[in-house]
DNA sequence: TTGCAATTCAAACAGTTGTATGAAACTATC
DNA sequence: GATAGTTTCATACAACTGTTTGAATTGCAA
């Protein structure tokens, strides 16, 4: 046998009889090194031969672990993904349980920004990286993350059902752009966050991240409780 | 000579005594081609060779017209975020006439919007490769780009002064987070206009783009224009 | 037409990429 | 301690990248 990297046999990945995996710690520096690199860098920039050595570890060992470059990528950004998500669905569910099943708006959209928003602009670095590196992920939109992609519309889903259920007189498709708005938001300070800084002369703390967040769920509650001009209204307004 | 590649005299860009420029046919051809991958695909999926096989030129006429393809790059991104900023200008300083030198808040976040959405949005196709390019740009910000782009900046900056003279009361730290919100909607808009197609089943008419721009526009101005929670209201709501 | 520069072209270049190979080193069971 | 499995390693590979070269071709002025 010469290629492990995930599922060689059939049923069980715990211990086979002939103990098989011993330290598993190649293979994790590899996750860790690559997440690193690849949330700083940006794929593209980012070369294998950059992540082993920065993980300390032999070249081959990437193709042996994970079978290729692109499947290093994809169980990085399922790990992420997964976590993230958890997080998120946390923070509603706690927000819901609160409200006895119907949280605030704010809430809502608090759950679905604030844990990205405080893992990459918060001053504590813990969990910085990764998600930094779901922001790389979806802005670079590599072919492999592409295909896993699509999972997030799913996610996404179940926070428009509690938006809805939040402001249930607001029509469907204003929920889909108040949600769409808060993510572009929130996701656009973290990409961008160094043209704001220069634009605003430092005027604008990136460094208070619960004032981001209150910002960005002002922001997108405001855009989807109240109500907006009518047709004629903007006509006029564009003329 | 082996090099033109630009500026290989000193005055003027006209024809000199001995006649050298014939057709810049090829140049056009480049240009065209590139922009229009680039565009499509990103600059990380592009090479040299699908640029000239789209041109139908020869490899070398790209290293001979531009000298490399970082400037072939430069050029480009220099080429139409000048005319990108030209069309957002003239929109301000319509509105500003119309105004007295005071435009209305909304009429300010459309013009600044308003240009690339049409560009990369509408059905019809006249300009968003151009716009696409833009957004392509601002994306993958790959380094021929990011040292340029600083110059956006200032014309921003721009666009923050008119917002103040539109709202004079507003601190002017919330009219850069303002203009922030607005640039964030619009472009993700474009960038992810697939995901929300998607979330929405296709409720979200990407289509209408003058609808498009209206909720952007309404948005950014609410934010800006609503006074916001305080601090303790936001403390009340995190919790 | 002749001559000279500008332009095009096919071919090759040097560098980098992800991947594959086969031998060595290690680990744990017998 | 021998053995069978795994993991590691140095190295090579093929494909692709942007760039260069020098010879052909073109276009225009004399």
């Not at 031969?49 to 950004?77: C, M, P, Q, T, W």
């Not at 609160?98 to 001053?123: D, H, K, M, S, Y």
């Not at 670095?125 to 896993?148: D, H």
């Not at 991240?209 to 989807?224: D, M, P, Q």
């Amino acid at each position: 046998m010469l290629t492990p990297h995930g599922a060689s046999d059939k049923a069980h990945p715990t211990k086979q009889s002939t103990a098989p995996m011993a330290t598993d710690r190649t293979r994790a520096a590899i996750l860790n090194a690559a997440e690193q690199l690849y949330a700083e860098r940006g794929f593209s920039e980012v070369t294998l031969r950059d992540i082993v050595a920065a993980a300390g570890v032999n070249l081959a060992a990437v193709n042996y672990h994970f079978g290729s470059k692109d499947e290093l990528i994809a169980e990085l950004f399922v790990t992420r993904s997964i976590a993230t998500n958890r997080e998120r669905l946390n923070e509603l569910k706690a927000a819901e349980e609160n409200g006895g099943g119907r949280a605030p708006i704010e809430a809502v959209i608090r759950a679905l920004v604030g844990p990205t928003l405080r893992g990459c602009l918060g001053p504590d670095r813990e969990g910085a990286t990764a998600a930094r590196f779901m922001i790389r992920a979806s802005i670079e939109a590599v072919p492999p993350i592409r295909k896993i992609r699509n999972r997030e519309i799913s996610h996404l889903r179940r926070f428009a059902v509690a938006m809805q259920r939040s402001l249930p007189d607001i029509p469907e498709v204003d929920i889909y752009w108040g949600l769409h708005f808060a993510l572009a938001m929130a996701h656009q300070t973290i990409r961008d966050s160094e043209r704001l800084d220069k634009l605003s002369n430092g005027l604008c703390d990136l460094d208070d991240v619960e004032g981001i967040i209150a910002r960005v769920v002002t922001a997108a509650s405001l855009a989807l409780t109240t109500k907006r001009p009518t047709t004629a209204t903007a006509k006029a307004q564009r003329a």
